[in-house]
């Protein structure tokens, strides 16, 4: 969100005997229902013209930039802090109000680390030659992480 901090909510979904879910297996009106659920918790914060929906293998994820207002009204430490590093990228972007920076889109060659048999059942590591894996590694340098 250009360097805006941005509010995130995310939700997972499990089965009654306590496996995942896998966000790509979901149905269009369970996927619907979570965007819906998504907005709700996020309802009353950030700038809801500037988000990006996004998902990992078990999560489904919303991002809404904080408004300038929200940022003024936090204390100076949060806002003089150094970075502690970024999260990694999505597995894929779903939908965003305003194009992401190269650093938000999904590593084009991830690695896959799986934890599961399930075909979705991995964690993506970045590839680190890709563009997006490159930006978000200029990211987090100029943040103080890594």
């Known amino acids: 969100m250009d360097g805006q901090p941005v509010w995130l909510a995310s939700l997972s979904r499990r089965r009654p005997n306590g496996r995942f879910v896998y966000v790509p297996d979901w149905s269009g009106p369970q996927r619907r229902d979570a965007e819906r659920l998504l907005r709700t918790v996020l309802f009353g914060v950030g700038d809801p013209t ?42 894929e972007v779903l939908a965003e109000s305003v194009p992401g920076a190269l650093s ?27 563009g997006p894996c490159r930006a978000r590694d200029e990211a987090a340098r100029a943040a103080g992480g890594r």
């Open 50 to 91: 500037r988000e990006r929906l996004f998902r990992m293998n078990v999560t489904l994820c919303l991002h809404r930039a904080a408004t300038d207002a929200e940022v003024a009204a936090q204390p100076a430490w949060f806002l003089e802090a150094p970075g502690c590093g970024l999260a990694g990228g999505p597995v």
């Open 104 to 130: 938000t889109k999904p590593c084009e060659r991830p690695i896959r680390e799986p934890f599961d048999r399930h075909p979705h059942g991995w964690l993506p590591v970045g590839c680190g030659e890709c």
